[in-house]
């Protein structure tokens, strides 16, 4: 761990990274799963999920859970400042093409996301109604 507010380092930086991108560093360096990781939370799956894909953020009391449990501290996860995790050992440029690219990446992933809970939902509503003609 490392504070970032030495200015050397600015890999998980507000600029660099998004509250997701930090959360999830920070659960894959302490070798937690997504699922592993919502148990000792107390939240479902797609909870976590969400807060990594950045499509929602945990309310103040489960955000202070969350630094504890990552060992990092609030203010990393929320902006890339004070006491969080080191960058990677080999940190590649990132152009601003990539950046767009890392983006829109990110983006599309949220989006099957979404798609993947509303073709459940309706998988569910079908089955239902399969069983009510019965």
Known sequence: MQSETDGENDWYSDEAATFGDRMA?????????Q???????????????????????PRA???QMLAGVLNV???WLLNGEG????????????SPDMRDLLT?????KSEMGLLADK????????RATLKEGM
Request: glycine fraction near 10%.
């Open 25 to 33: 560093g920070a659960r894959e360096a302490l070798g937690l799963t």
């Open 35 to 57: 699922a592993e990781l919502a148990r000792r939370m107390g939240v479902k799956l797609k909870t976590v999920r969400a807060w990594e894909e950045d499509l929602n953020e």
């Open 61 to 63: 009391n489960k955000l």
């Open 73 to 75: 501290s609030i203010m």
């Open 83 to 94: 006491d969080g995790l080191d960058a990677p050992e080999q940190e590649v440029p990132v």
């Open 104 to 108: 829109e990446i990110r983006g599309v």
């Open 119 to 126: 073709l459940g939902r309706l998988e569910k509503k079908l």
